[in-house]
Nanobody
Framework: RLVESGGGSVQTGGSLRLSCEAS????????MGWFRQAPGKKREGVAV???????TYADSVKGRFTIYPDNAKNTLDLQMTSLKPEDTATYYC??????????????????????????WGRGTQVTVSS
């Protein structure tokens, strides 16, 4: 079970930190990541991290977003800075265990196979106004 929190409304240039809390400590044995979907658009990968701790970011968020496990809180966080209106979307946390090796290989090539993730949270809304 994955539960996202931290969404909200900010102005352009603002920051937000999203957190994903998982039932049990799964970060060391699961691929995990953040995905987003804006109204009328396809779901897309934002930032993912594999079991080796390797992070991959979408080009659109590189240098602005950071994905990291917060071991003290037992969450997977997404720190978002310099937010833009085009970052407006519902953000989802996802995890996968058995398919993680294949997912990691694709992500290492810059792909975000969201359809291969088996566990999803309900999402948290991020709205960035200009």
């Amino acid at each position: 079970r994955l539960v996202e929190s931290g969404g909200g409304s900010v102005q352009t240039g603002g920051s937000l930190r999203l957190s994903c809390e998982a039932s049990g400590h799964i970060y060391s044995s699961y691929c995990m990541g953040w995905f987003r979907q804006a109204p009328g658009k396809k779901r897309e990968g934002v930032a993912v991290i594999d079991i080796d701790g390797r992070a991959t970011y979408a080009d659109s968020v590189k240098g602005r977003f950071t994905i990291y496990p917060d071991n003290a809180k037992n969450t997977l966080d997404l720190q978002m800075t310099s937010l833009k209106p085009e970052d407006t979307a519902t953000y989802y946390c996802a995890a996968e265990h058995f398919g993680c090796s294949a997912i990691s290989e694709m992500q290492a090539r810059g792909h975000f196979p969201w359809g291969d993730y088996g566990y999803w949270g309900r999402g948290t809304q991020v709205t960035v106004s200009s």
